[in-house]
């Protein structure tokens, strides 16, 4: 049974044979890499030193190397005619080109692609290892009332406002809507990891509400794109996404810790090295593949493993394992989200982005004011930041970008609308890590001593203003 | 100035667009992640047991996943029509098939393998890291002895043996002849770090002797590819690759030392996380992307790098960092050279493979003789154990398999002779682990106490027996 209809691509297989590309996509992988973690800590370093969160010199770093500016980081997508220039580079050093360099160039951006999506699996991961189940089940309806708010209010706001004030027809308006409603978990976790906020009241509040935000925005994009496509909501789809997620997030948590003495027994009997970390990540791999399967996000399985097993024996020592790993991977994410975003349609003085920029003005507004009124639903939760909760579900990140790309693709987005939601989703990505660091100082919350570890591989800048 | 000449390519990068082969690819890595991580750990806990080494437990799982078994973890190679299971499943959950579904497969390939790269590539940076340059340069006279020897008595054996006995044709044994020269240098490593003997005087000689094995492999492949092209040398090629390799290694280390202060310098003075690991992973690319661009290899590069840190005040740190990421990468090495193997050129029954076999027992014992006579030849060091040394320099693991697969694309070899020096390649890789144990064992060396470190993330089994 040939599983191939098109035997034509295995021709092309064979003929740019595996031992004549693989050496050069390996080297085109590293000097990738080699540049992804120069601009990394030469971003992360300058922004510490000007007391902001290194993760935004992550993002910085990766708009210099990336399509915006140095073409040293570019993918596919944003190739255009040239590639992009270490590309350029190997073709130089090699006599490689034509189609034979294409897929060095096609097999490096899939490598980048994946390890940066590695990237934000271990974040997620990690980010779960140091969260509280407990906690988190506690927040669970402050959590809900915020994710439910910070997607109703900017896509009503943002839907209507374009409609009426911008006389955009209803599914272009709706599409903009949804792509507010969006909030870029690893960002957000990220950022107040830095701040040694995570395990704070708020930090939890804000993760709870950033997961199920990704759940809604899942489900809101579905609606959407199946809108767009065919003009109608296919209800059935909306059910079984919306059970599925419930079914996997909660049967993952209550099957995960009946399972994990069995998982902590198997690795006590391990006598090889690396017995805790690997049936770790395979215990993470499992999750996330299973959450991508049934169209959910491949994060939201590695933040259920790391809650799970948070909770056994095993955590501390795993926590410790997984730093030197999370620091080789996830710069490879925040660089190379950067690397894609193309900045130019921020530039005013080109006219083809004025009126995009009219709108992203009034986006940008709506995408602030819709999530920093979440804060301030929390309820029962005395001396707790609001303005902060509020301000950790601005940035849109990746997520943002997904919507975008969609609506792009579905043919719904006019080039101006959709050069609006990406500044949109620019200003809010690049200015909530600041905002936030902001909003924390004020703060008169000591954070719980529980941090001090993450903390410890960090700066003595970074250290708590406990006024 | 269009980089690509075939712009039919670039029609077919846009079709298979990202957005729709991307998860799949995400999905497809992670379950061989999954597949890779369970053979790896079932095989080496089994071989650990039965008081085998861990890795050939590693290469055996692999085996039983990969082409010869399961057809789980394959690469285009080795896919036929069928393509793997794995990308089989894939297919069956989506409704993925044809040109898709096989750029789907061709993706998730180059990111395992090219995750294998990394990972010997991190072994080596490890096994650098754990190395003494002063000892190594100490005991270089014998090293190279050993090194020189190892290539010129199984060469010399294996070809006029068979040119003498079987009737071959000059050109194809000067072929099979060169592949006895190889030594793996990933599995002798690996297999001496499991017994806690990477820094005995024994382990040193037997880490620089397949060093420079591998530098003299390069040539040696270099000298028999352009003999079997053009049937003659290119002098002024073989020339430059010796120069270029003597300059690489000896430049590296030079400049190496006298940069390291900067470099630590450098690290102290940064404030975000993941200083150490971040710079340190840099320097090793950086060495690995050069030693790759002037045709040496990667696993070089990465050796030299983990030398000269090794001298620095940061080594310590260095180690403790580098093994969470080594547990998580190495495997999936050992791992894909398995499922690579296709060790059904070992099956008697079939009349096919008969011709082979009696080549091969012709080329085991030669690869074996060749091989452990080097060891008597080291002079000068009393008490050493010379056969063990003899014994580590024993498998050909994947340089062995590029020799066969070098020789078979440039059409020197016969089908019996290729699969004679899979046998062979085979054979030698399983043989030397466990053989390298016994030898150990019978020592009365006692390890010394630098390696209790590495040590004590391994199993209690594996304490070193002192007489």
Same mark, same amino acid.
């Given at each position: ?9 295995? !021709? ?13 996509? &390996? ?5 990738? &890499? ?59 050093? !090699? ?28 974040? #997620? ?21 915020? /994710? ?8 009503? #706001? ?21 792509? &507010?409603?969006?909030?870029?978990? =690893? ?21 709870? /509400? ?5 759940? &809604? ?28 997620? /419930? ?17 902590? =027994? ?26 991508? !399967? ?54 005013? #003085? ?19 004011? =819709? ?56 200003? !809010? ?39």
């Amino acid at each position: 049974m040939p599983l191939y209809g098109d035997v034509s691509w295995l !021709t092309i297989l064979a003929e740019a044979s595996e031992a004549e590309i693989e050496p050069l996509v &390996l080297a085109g992988v590293l000097l990738s &890499l080699i540049t992804v973690y120069l601009a990394a800590k030469i971003g992360g370093e300058l922004c510490a030193r000007v007391n902001l969160p290194p993760v935004l010199g992550e993002l910085l770093g990766g708009v210099v190397v990336g399509v915006s500016a140095l073409h040293l980081i570019v993918f596919p997508e944003g190739a255009g005619e040239t590639g992009s220039v270490l590309m350029q580079l190997v073709s130089t050093t !090699t006599d490689m080109d034509g189609a034979g360099l294409l897929s060095v160039f096609r097999g490096e951006s899939e490598v980048v692609s994946i390890l940066a999506e590695l990237g934000v699996i271990i974040l #997620l991961f990690e980010i779960g290892l140091e969260s509280d189940l407990k906690e988190l089940i506690r927040v669970g309806p402050q959590a809900a009332v915020v /994710a439910i708010i910070g997607v109703v209010v900017p896509f009503a #706001l943002g839907t209507t406002g374009l409609i009426v004030l911008f006389n955009i027809a209803t599914i272009p308006a709706v599409f903009a809507g949804a792509a &507010l409603t969006a909030t870029s978990i =690893g960002i957000t976790a990220k950022v107040l990891a830095e701040l040694q906020r995570l395990s704070s009241r708020e930090g939890q509040i804000i993760i709870g /509400a950033a997961v199920l935000d990704d759940v &809604l925005g899942i489900i809101v994009l579905a609606v959407v794109a199946s809108l767009a496509k065919t003009g109608e909501i296919e209800i059935q789809n909306v059910v079984i996404l919306i059970v599925s997620a /419930a079914a996997f997030l909660i049967g993952a948590i209550f099957i995960g810790r009946l399972l994990s003495p069995v998982f902590v =027994g198997l690795v006590n009997q391990m006598k090889t090295r690396g017995e805790l970390i690997i049936s770790s990540l395979v215990f993470a791999f499992v999750l996330s593949y299973i959450a991508a !399967t049934i169209q959910l996000e491949a994060i939201l399985g590695a933040f259920a493993a790391g809650l799970i097993l948070a909770e056994t024996p095993k955590h501390k020592e795993l926590e410790e394992q997984i730093i030197p790993i999370s620091d080789m991977l996830v710069p490879i994410f925040f660089v190379t989200v950067g690397a894609r975003t193309d900045v130019s349609v921020l530039n005013p #003085l080109d006219p083809a982005n004025r009126e995009g920029l009219i709108i992203a003005s009034f986006l940008v507004v709506v995408a602030i004011i =819709g999530k920093v009124v979440t804060g301030f639903a929390v309820f029962g939760q005395e001396g707790i930041n609001k303005l902060a909760i509020g301000v950790g579900m601005i940035p849109r990140g990746e997520v943002g970008l997904v919507f975008a790309g969609v609506g792009s693709a579905s043919g719904a987005l006019s080039e101006s609308l959709e050069a609006a939601i990406i500044v949109m989703v620019i200003l !809010t990505t690049f200015v909530a890590p600041p905002l936030l660091r902001i909003v924390f100082k004020d703060s008169d919350a000591a954070p719980p001593t529980e941090e001090v570890e993450l903390a410890s591989a960090q700066s003595s800048e970074e250290q708590p203003s406990v006024s």
